[in-house]
């Protein structure tokens, strides 16, 4: 992460801890919301402050540079939705293949929130010049713990080649994603669950074919 951090600040004797972290949070939650909604190259340091109702000497302090806040915006946010993904699908004592069909009725949940605008990690890496690894590190990052996730769970279910299927799966969850944003139609879920069902179906080890039972012959009986 870029700049200096806030417990530099503390450690000078300014501002205290409470006030340095409750800035953070009112500035990462900020340019969470604003960053989603309208981009990162539209919306400036300037509105930023403002609808976290801190200076600028405050952002610069605690985040070093704008790049800095676009950082750590993504890392908070990364935690804060793979938290709630995997917590969705985990919920309760369930199989690994109920577990991995809940997927996309938990997205469609998020399709379905007032403040869904898409992935921010597929928005950061669009908006930025496509030869800056630095952004993309941070969402690869954060798609390998998701992936590592449904691999997990593929694996648990028997479900042929697990890194195949996870990476499959993947594919359909950032596609739901980005129609679901370029539509604003939920139930593009409801279509890439379908494709998942089939996936997962085509996906189950073939069962054992059992050789029906040889009937023994008698010899024949000579007279």
């Known amino acids: 992460m870029s700049g200096r951090s806030a417990v530099a ?6 501002p205290s801890a409470n006030d340095a972290e409750s800035a953070r949070k ?10 989603c909604r ?3 190259n539209a919306t400036g340091v300037d509105a ?16 070093g540079s704008k790049e800095g806040l676009i950082e750590a915006v993504l890392e908070s946010e990364g ?4 938290d709630w993904f995997i917590s969705g699908i985990d919920t309760g004592n369930a199989s ?3 577990k991995l069909l809940r997927i996309f009725p938990l997205m469609k949940q998020w399709f ?6 898409g992935c921010p990690f597929i928005n950061a890496v669009g908006e930025h010049d496509k030869a800056d690894d630095r952004l993309r590190a941070i969402a690869v990052r954060h798609k390998t713990v998701v992936l590592k996730k449904i691999e997990s769970l593929v694996g648990e279910a028997g479900l042929g080649k697990a890194p195949t299927l996870a990476h499959q799966i993947g ?5 739901a994603i980005i129609a679901a944003m370029v539509t604003r139609n939920p139930g593009v879920a409801d279509d890439a669950g379908a494709v998942l069902r089939v996936l997962i179906d085509s996906g189950k080890p073939a069962a054992r074919k059992i050789a029906p039972p040889k009937m023994r012959t008698r010899n024949p009986v000579h007279a």
């Open 9 to 14: 600040d503390i450690d000078s004797g300014s």
């Open 26 to 35: 009112r500035l990462l939650d900020a340019a969470t919301q604003l960053f």
């Open 38 to 40: 309208y981009g990162i």
């Open 48 to 63: 930023v402050i403002d609808e976290a109702k801190t200076a600028k000497t405050t952002l610069y302090r605690i985040f």
């Open 79 to 82: 935690q804060r939705w793979r």
């Open 96 to 98: 690994a293949r109920t």
């Open 112 to 117: 379905q929130e007032e403040r869904f605008y």
């Open 171 to 175: 594919l359909l969850i950032d596609g």
